[in-house]
């Protein structure tokens, strides 16, 4: 079943992404249904399928270019300039739910769910939730007195931030420190505490603005420290489970 399964991601991969050029994909947000290049798309993706099938299981693999089409012109009609993220998602995800299927059909399989439930599952979701989502608001209610003013010290003409950066770069900064200590590799949280020192020098080196500098120094340290005690709990309560 392993073997079926990697072919058939393969062939997804190869039909959506490696094998179609983006003129084919502004063609088809271009022109819908009317777009050559869907049609051309998806005989790539059947194409991919029977050769890495070896014109085997003819069946899924007709199930599998069919349900591809409907779902690529269904996300074509809804597509726009707001929604085409989270389109792309539910895209991939109807997609591989497609190639579940046609994996069952052409052998059949069964899931275990109870492994979800156990304990050692649920101990790591608990501390990915709070190394992500949960640190971020504690962050946020500790250095809300410091917000406003940082924000009328910020001078004009910088440039500004992107909506939502801190907030992702704190979850990846946590993400890593969390997982560099499971994986016990204390020296590369230092080798990260580095490397962020260095992109965020242009904010630190501006002597005229103190109040910024401690204000990320804060921040990082907050951030490093929540993740650096998460995983060492984490660590404790997995070896005593």
Same mark, same amino acid.
Request: without cysteine; glycine residues 8%.
């Given at each position: 079943?392993?073997?079926?399964?990697?072919?058939?991601? !393969?062939?997804?991969?190869?039909?959506?992404?490696?094998?179609?050029?983006?003129?084919? &994909?502004? #063609?088809?947000?271009?022109?819908?249904?009317?777009?050559?290049?869907?049609?051309?798309?998806?005989? &790539?993706?059947?194409?991919?399928?029977?050769?890495?099938?070896?014109?085997?299981?003819?069946?899924?693999?007709?199930?599998?270019? +069919?349900? =591809?089409?409907?779902?690529?012109?269904?996300?074509?009609?809804?597509?726009?300039?707001?929604?085409?993220?989270? !389109?792309?998602?539910? #895209?991939?995800?109807?997609?591989?739910?497609?190639?579940?299927?046609?994996?069952?059909?052409?052998?059949?399989?069964?899931? #275990? !769910? /109870?492994? $979800?439930?156990?304990?050692?599952? @649920?101990?790591?979701?608990?501390?990915?939730?709070? +190394?992500?989502? &949960?640190?971020? $608001?504690?962050?946020?209610?500790?250095? %809300?007195?410091?917000?406003?003013?940082?924000?009328?010290?910020?001078?004009?003409?910088?440039?500004?931030?992107?909506?939502?950066?801190?907030?992702?770069?704190?979850?990846?900064?946590?993400?890593?420190?969390?997982?560099?200590?499971?994986?016990?590799?204390?020296? %590369?949280?230092?080798?990260?505490?580095? %490397?962020? /020192?260095?992109?965020?020098?242009?904010?630190?080196?501006?002597?005229?603005?103190?109040?910024?500098?401690?204000?990320?120094?804060?921040?990082?340290?907050? /951030?490093?420290?929540?993740? $650096?005690?998460?995983?060492? @709990?984490?660590? =404790? !309560?997995?070896?005593?489970?």
């Amino acid at each position: 079943m392993m073997l079926l399964a990697l072919k058939l991601i !393969l062939a997804h991969f190869l039909g959506d992404f490696v094998l179609q050029p983006a003129h084919w &994909v502004s #063609d088809k947000l271009e022109k819908k249904g009317r777009s050559k290049y869907l049609y051309l798309h998806i005989g &790539v993706h059947a194409l991919a399928l029977l050769l890495l099938m070896q014109f085997d299981y003819l069946g899924p693999i007709l199930f599998i270019v +069919v349900t =591809h089409f409907l779902i690529d012109l269904g996300k074509l009609s809804l597509t726009n300039p707001k929604n085409y993220r989270w !389109l792309f998602v539910v #895209d991939q995800v109807l997609h591989l739910v497609a190639l579940a299927i046609a994996l069952y059909w052409m052998s059949p399989f069964t899931l #275990d !769910l /109870s492994s $979800i439930y156990s304990e050692s599952t @649920l101990l790591i979701i608990t501390f990915l939730a709070f +190394v992500t989502y &949960v640190s971020g $608001i504690i962050m946020r209610m500790l250095l %809300a007195p410091y917000i406003d003013e940082i924000a009328k010290n910020d001078e004009p003409g910088e440039g500004g931030s992107l909506k939502n950066a801190g907030t992702y770069i704190g979850m990846l900064e946590r993400l890593f420190v969390f997982g560099f200590i499971l994986m016990q590799q204390w020296a %590369a949280i230092g080798l990260l505490i580095a %490397a962020k /020192s260095v992109f965020r020098f242009g904010d630190l080196n501006k002597g005229k603005n103190r109040k910024l500098t401690e204000y990320v120094l804060i921040g990082t340290l907050l /951030s490093f420290g929540l993740a $650096i005690l998460s995983g060492m @709990l984490y660590l =404790h !309560l997995a070896q005593n489970l």
